[in-house]
T-cell receptor
Framework: GAVVSQHPSWVICKSGTSVKIECRSL??????MFWYRQFPKQSLMLMAT?????????EQGVEKDKFLINHASLTLSTLTVTSAHPEDSSFYIC??????????FGPGTRLLVL | QQQVKQSPQSLIVQKGGISIINCAYE??????FPWYQQFPGKGPALLIA?????SEKKEGRFTISFNKSAKQFSLHIMDSQPGDSATYFC?????????????FGKGTKLTVNP
C-alpha cells in the first residue's frame, strides 16, 4: 500500500517551454501533497505544500508564478514549470500525506532544460 | 531551530557490521521522526518512524533509538548488507497548523562492502 506515482519519470525540454509533472496517490486519498526539489548529492528542499481544493503554500524563495501547483482531486497534484530555463534542471519529487503524519514519496521526475 | 543535523556525511561498513547514523534537533515542538532510504535516481522510501514517547523502535534489521532529553535520535542497521548501500535521511515534523512539513537532515551516504 501507499503507492505514489509520478509522470513523466524524465523530461527534456527547450528553454522557454513549460513542463507539467503529475503526482498521483494510487491506493489512498491525499488531501495534502508536497513538492520537493533535489540537487545532486543534496537533501530534499521543500518547494510547496499542495492542498486539495485550495491554493498551494509556497516556501520562502520559491516563485509561485514559475512553479504552478494544482491539486484538483484527492489523488492528483500537478507541478508546472513555466518558461523553463537551464537553472530549473533538477530532480523533482512529490510526496503524499497519509494517516496524518506519514509522507510517501513518488519516484521522482528528472527535468533537463536545454 | 528548524534544522536537523545529521552525521556522518558518509559511512563505510563491512558486510555484517552495524551501521549507525545520528541526528540531532533543537526545536522541542518536533514530535514525529521518520527515516528515509534513497537509492540513486529514485524517490525516498520510508524505513521507520518514531514519536518522542518511545525510546526505541525496531523493524527487522532497522532500529531507531530516541533520546528526548538530549534531542537526539539515531538509526542502527544491524547485519548490514551490500543492498543497504544508499543515502539515508533523517527528518522531523511537528503538527503545525496541519501542515505536517518535514525538515530533513543533509543525508548520509552508506556504503556496505561485501
Amino acid at each position: 500500500g501507499a503507492v505514489v506515482s509520478q509522470h513523466p519519470s524524465w523530461v527534456i525540454c527547450k528553454s522557454g517551454t513549460s513542463v507539467k509533472i503529475e503526482c498521483r496517490s494510487l491506493d489512498f486519498q491525499a488531501t495534502t501533497m508536497f513538492w520537493y526539489r533535489q540537487f545532486p548529492k543534496q537533501s530534499l528542499m521543500l518547494m510547496a505544500t499542495s492542498n486539495e481544493g485550495s491554493k498551494a503554500t509556497y516556501e520562502q524563495g520559491v516563485e509561485k508564478d514559475k512553479f504552478l501547483i494544482n491539486h484538483a482531486s484527492l489523488t492528483l497534484s500537478t507541478l508546472t514549470v513555466t518558461s523553463a530555463h537551464p537553472e530549473d534542471s533538477s530532480f523533482y519529487i512529490c510526496s503524499a500525506l497519509r494517516g496524518g503524519r506519514t509522507q510517501y514519496f513518488g519516484p521522482g521526475t528528472r527535468l533537463l532544460v536545454l | 531551530q528548524q534544522q536537523v543535523k545529521q552525521s556522518p556525511q558518509s559511512l563505510i561498513v563491512q558486510k555484517g557490521g552495524i551501521s549507525i547514523i545520528n541526528c540531532a534537533y533543537e526545536n522541542t515542538a518536533f514530535d514525529y521522526f521518520p527515516w528515509y532510504q534513497q537509492f540513486p535516481g529514485k524517490g525516498p522510501a520510508l524505513l521507520i518512524a518514531i514519536r518522542p514517547d518511545v525510546s526505541e523502535k525496531k523493524e527487522g534489521r532497522f532500529t531507531i533509538s530516541f533520546n528526548k532529553s538530549a534531542k537526539q535520535f539515531s538509526l542502527h542497521i544491524m547485519d548490514s548488507q551490500p543492498g543497504d548501500s544508499a543515502t539515508y535521511f533523517c527528518a522531523a515534523s511537528m503538527a503545525q497548523g496541519g501542515s505536517e512539513k518535514l525538515v530533513f537532515g543533509k543525508g548520509t551516504k552508506l556504503t556496505v562492502n561485501p
